[in-house]
């Protein structure tokens, strides 16, 4: 009645401060971790005792991505090349600190020159050098495919030269083939696979197909869980 009493959000001599746990310019918005209608409530992923971290297997500034290689959507779950109470051993045939696939290694991006000088034997018009900057992190396998691996999860060995040893690349796959190859190591490595290839012919190996869709949120190769085959500038990088 006397106008001197501060709104609910507000406080100080002179209602000139946020309450506990309202910020913005009208003192109208929750505090990050704080929800409800009067921002009483801690959110669920901040620690419920005192609401200053983050719940376990929660990280980030608002605790809203999983730590530690947790994955799901409570941040529960451990992803599959990781196992254990807290997700901190690297499951079967998965290897190093980032439990990566046995025959991978990491690869840190950085800057180079891509493409080739215009003396090199057997260059290219499409070869123009210039400046490419990698950004995402990502995992190369030490060799190109082998045999072995090949016929580990295909029956037969397309390779022109089988006699060179099952340490030899296999050859004779078109790039179809080399997606399908993929999506069923993923499928073997219990992850889901990157491609989707539409209106196929002839049999696999051998297939020639109209289409292929990635398999991740946004469509990019970068949120494939599966196994891709690296960009030209990855490969190249390298």
């Known amino acids: 009645d006397a106008c001197d009493v501060c709104p609910s959000t507000w406080e100080g001599e002179g209602c000139d401060r946020c309450a506990p746990h309202w910020t913005g310019d009208v003192c109208d918005v929750c505090l990050g971790q704080w929800t409800g209608d009067d921002c ?6 901040w620690n419920q005792e005192t609401c200053e971290d983050c719940k376990p297997n929660w990280a980030g500034e608002s605790c809203d991505v999983c730590s530690n290689g947790w994955t799901g959507a409570a941040c529960d779950v451990c992803p599959p090349n990781r196992e254990g109470d807290n997700c901190d051993t690297c ?4 290897v190093g600190d980032f439990c990566l696939p046995k025959g991978m290694i990491p690869v840190v991006p950085g800057t180079f020159v891509m493409g080739s000088p215009e003396d090199e034997l057997g260059r290219k018009g499409d070869e ?3 400046e ?6 990502f995992a190369m396998s030490q060799t190109e495919v082998t045999q ?9 060995n397309p390779s022109f030269s089988p006699s060179c040893g099952v340490d030899c690349p296999v050859e004779r796959v078109t790039w179809w083939d080399a997606l399908t190859y993929l999506n069923a190591l993923s499928v073997d490595r219990g992850l889901t696979p990157c491609y989707t290839l539409h209106g196929c012919e002839e049999e696999f190996p051998g297939l020639k197909c109209t289409e292929v869709s990635v398999a991740s949120p946004d469509g990019s190769p970068y949120g494939c869980e599966g196994f891709r085959l690296p960009t030209e500038a990855e490969w190249e990088y390298t």
Not at 40 to 45: L, M
Not at 91 to 94: G, Q
Not at 132 to 137: D, G, K, R, S
Request: with cysteine; glycine share 0%.
């Open 40 to 45: 009483s409530v801690c959110h669920p992923n």
């Open 132 to 137: 490419v900057t990698l950004t995402h992190h």
């Open 128 to 130: 123009t050098q210039h």
């Open 148 to 156: 072995a691996q090949w016929m580990l999860l295909v029956d037969d």
């Open 91 to 94: 499951s079967t045939d998965f």
